[in-house]
Structures are given as C-alpha cells and as structure tokens.
C-alpha cells in the first residue's frame, strides 16, 4: 500500500478522544473559576445602600444643610454609612443563603477581607483629618479608599464589582482637586448613583 492510499487527519482536527479531554478541561477550569469566586454580591441591597446615600444628600445640602467637613455634615455621613453597612451586610447575607454560598468560604473571606481593610484605615484616617483640620479632604478619601476596597474585593468577585471600584477611584480623585463645595455632588454621585447603577445590573445579571 502506498503512502498516498494512507488515511490523514485533517489540519487543526482532533481526534474524538482529545476533542472530550479538552472539553473535560475546559469544564473543570470553568467549575474551578466558579469555586474561587464570589458571585453573591447582592444587588438589590446595592440599590438599598444608594438609595441612603441619596437620602443623607438631601439632608445635608435641603433638610439640614451643612458645609461638607463640618461636625453637623460628618454626624449625617458617617450615620448614613453605619446603616448603609448594615443593609449591605443582611443583604449579603440573604443573597449568600440563597445561592448556598457558606459564609466560612474562602472566597467571602477573601471578599469581606478586601473591602473591609480599605473601610477601616478610612475611619482612623477621618479622626486624623479631622483633628488636624483637614477636612475638606474628607470626602475625596472616603470615595477613594472606598474604590480601593471594591477594586480588591472585586478581584474575588464579578467583573462589573471592579469596574464599579474603579468609578469609585475616579470619583474620589475629582473630589480631592474640584472645590469643597462640590463634595456632596461627588458624593452622591458615587455612595449614590454607582451603587444605584450597579446594583441594578447586577441584580438583573447575577439573581438579585
């Protein structure tokens, strides 16, 4: 028989047996991407959170107006802040039992552990701009260190988690260099409006 006569494979085939094993790979490596992410970001409590950032926009700038840095107008943030974990936290925490996504997990470590981290140097950072009179800087670290939390937390979660960190950073960089009086708007644009816009797409893209 000459070599002519030979069957060939044609070029970029495979044969059925590597066709399954690269289908059984590609399976695994997606399972495994699944495992080690956390997908429970809850969104609607995203939206809950926004919509009290708004509220605490309007009680500072209409129902109780303060400058931003003052006493009156960090009693009114940090207040709004307080609750606005909390939600965020039972929200979590329904949509982690919906999904049977054990609290323990490590991914939820490593995403509480990313977003947490950047939340507690802002608070020992807004005693110390306060007790230095630095105030007006107050808002921008806020914004910023918020988005630095988000950016690594979202490493372990969605890609839409980052994206929504990185507004958060660009947000906080224009407070830092736009004048004082601006602070609310950035605010509410960020604590706000990015919580709000995000929240929804992830509750219509990631079940709630």
């Known amino acids: ?33 699944r495992a080690g992410a956390f997908t429970a970001v809850p969104g609607r409590g995203m939206v809950a959170m926004g919509a009290v950032a708004l509220a605490a926009t309007l009680a500072t700038t209409a129902l109780w107006p303060a400058l931003p840095g003052s006493d009156r107008w960090l009693l ?3 207040g709004a802040a307080a609750v606005a974990f ?5 929200a979590l925490r329904a949509k982690a039992a919906r999904s049977a996504v054990p609290l323990a997990s490590g991914p939820v470590r490593k995403f509480v552990l990313g977003l947490c981290a950047p939340l507690a140097a802002g608070v020992l950072l807004t005693l110390a701009l306060r007790r230095e009179g ?21 490493a372990f979660s969605t890609r839409s988690v980052p994206a929504m960190g990185l507004g958060f950073l660009a947000l906080g960089a224009l407070a830092l260099f736009t004048p004082p ?23 219509r893209r990631h079940g709630g």
């Open 86 to 90: 909390v939600v965020g936290a039972l």
């Open 134 to 154: 630095a105030v007006v800087a107050i808002p921008g670290l806020w914004l910023l260190l918020y988005g630095a939390g988000v950016v690594a937390a979202g």
């Open 181 to 203: 009086a601006w602070a609310d708007a950035w605010m509410a644009a960020g604590f706000g409006g990015l919580h709000v816009a995000f929240g929804l797409w992830i509750a």
């Open 1 to 33: 028989m000459s070599r002519s006569a030979l069957p060939r494979a044609s070029v970029g085939s495979h044969p059925p047996e590597a066709a399954a094993a690269l289908d059984d790979l590609r399976f695994i490596r997606r399972a495994m991407e």
């Open 76 to 78: 009114i943030w940090l």
